[in-house]
């Protein structure tokens, strides 16, 4: 079986799922419906998550979209006929309406081919954001058992409607980050000799509508083993709790639990997992900022000298005040444009 194409813009004309139609898989912690979505009756189940970091909200919205192209195609189309579909936009509804004051704040931006676009206010994301911490990272929540009863409610929630779609040939999770030159892909290290045709792909499709890749080398750390350009393993709860060990953080390495992509490699099968971490903000090779927002401390900083800005600027103006030094916002709808690529290649390489 070959994968059939994804519409891409008809996915992003559709309209957002907001509920009604999905299922209430259980309650967070504040008394907010988890909703989930079952598609289709394929052979090849399909499972993907977003809003596990509440603080990026591409992933959710790209989700809610093809929720809803999902639920309108006939169910004779490849898509229904061949696949089994498991999607959570989002898995944490307590997290995400803490930061709807900076999330439902845009801006006019262009995409890559010159039309109209929103892109997110620097101001008021620096100002408001709000992201968990370990022990409460969503993402690294999942039960490590059935009987794991002191995970996220949220989490058990979650784990329970994947269980009854396993085994899965893929799984994804759409993440985000706040600054960075462009989109970063993390993917199932077992699946390296496997993407060889995927990140072939991938790598044109950004290069076509004029995004760099974000490519680094952090040499093992938490588990990122660089695999070539753009493109590295994603992280473990192994290699998460080794690196606070290796900090004399015992409390801290205790808090992670699996993974996403760990839990439903637990079902069985070899499922082919990823996670895409799109940039909210494009930092521009040549940036002429004070120094690179990454990393916890440069980050306060850089969110420090951003209110600076404000004050003598502006909201508007240190906006633009950032935009010439070479930070900017990247467009939306490029983001779910390279979302649904990776999912398109993941559905063709699984």
């Given at each position: ?32 419906p ?5 598609f289709g009756?394929?052979?090849?189940a ?15 919205a ?11 195609i006939?169910?004779?189309d ?23 004051v ?6 006019k ?8 676009d929103?892109?997110?206010?620097l ?9 968990e ?7 690294f929540g ?15 929630a979650?784990a ?24 970063w892909f ?16 991938l790598?044109?499709?950004?290069r ?7 490519d680094v ?5 938490k588990?990122f083993?660089?695999?070539?350009e753009?493109f ?6 192994r290699?998460?709790r ?7 953080d ?6 992670f639990?699996?993974?996403s992509?760990e ?6 099968g ?33 969110h420090?000298?951003?209110g ?26 490029d983001?779910?444009?390279?979302q649904l690529?990776?999912?398109e290649?993941?559905?063709?390489a699984?």
């Amino acid at each position: 079986m070959s994968a059939p194409a994804l519409a891409v813009e008809a996915i992003l004309a559709s309209d957002p799922v907001a509920g009604p139609g999905g299922e209430v898989l259980g309650a967070s912690r504040e008394g907010r419906p988890i909703v989930g979505y079952r598609f289709g009756g394929g052979a090849a189940a399909v499972s993907l998550i977003g809003g596990c970091h509440a603080d990026e909200p591409v992933g959710p919205a790209m989700l809610r979209r093809l929720a809803g192209y999902l639920a309108a195609i006939d169910t004779d189309d490849p898509l229904l006929a061949d696949y089994s579909w498991y999607l959570v936009p989002h898995v944490n509804p307590d997290g995400e309406a803490r930061n709807a004051v900076w999330t439902g704040v845009t801006v006019k931006c262009l995409d890559h081919a010159g039309e109209a676009d929103r892109g997110y206010d620097l101001p008021t994301y620096v100002r408001e954001v709000i992201r968990e911490l370990p022990g409460d990272d969503v993402e690294f929540g999942f039960p490590r058992d059935d009987g794991d009863l002191e995970a996220r409610l949220e989490n058990r929630a979650v784990a329970a409607f994947l269980r009854r779609g396993a085994p899965f040939a893929l799984h994804g999770s759409f993440h985000g980050m706040d600054f960075a030159p462009g989109p970063w892909f993390l993917i199932e290290g077992e699946w390296r000799e496997r993407t060889l045709a995927l990140r072939d792909n991938l790598r044109r499709g950004v290069r076509a509508l004029g995004y760099s890749l974000y490519d680094v080398d952090r040499g093992g750390e938490k588990g990122f083993f660089r695999i070539d350009e753009g493109f590295t393993t994603r992280p473990d709860s192994r290699a998460m709790r080794d690196f606070f060990r290796g900090h004399g953080d015992e409390a801290t390495a205790a808090l992670f639990r699996p993974s996403s992509m760990e839990f439903v490699r637990t079902l069985g099968g070899d499922p082919f997992t990823f996670v895409s971490e799109m940039p909210l903000f494009l930092l521009a090779p040549d940036h002429r900022l004070p120094e690179p927002p990454k990393g916890p401390e440069a980050r306060l900083r850089f969110h420090q000298w951003v209110g600076q800005l404000v004050e003598r600027h502006g909201r508007e103006g240190a906006r633009l005040e950032a935009e010439r030094l070479g930070l900017r916002p990247m467009p939306i709808r490029d983001q779910m444009r390279l979302q649904l690529a990776f999912l398109e290649e993941g559905l063709a390489a699984a």
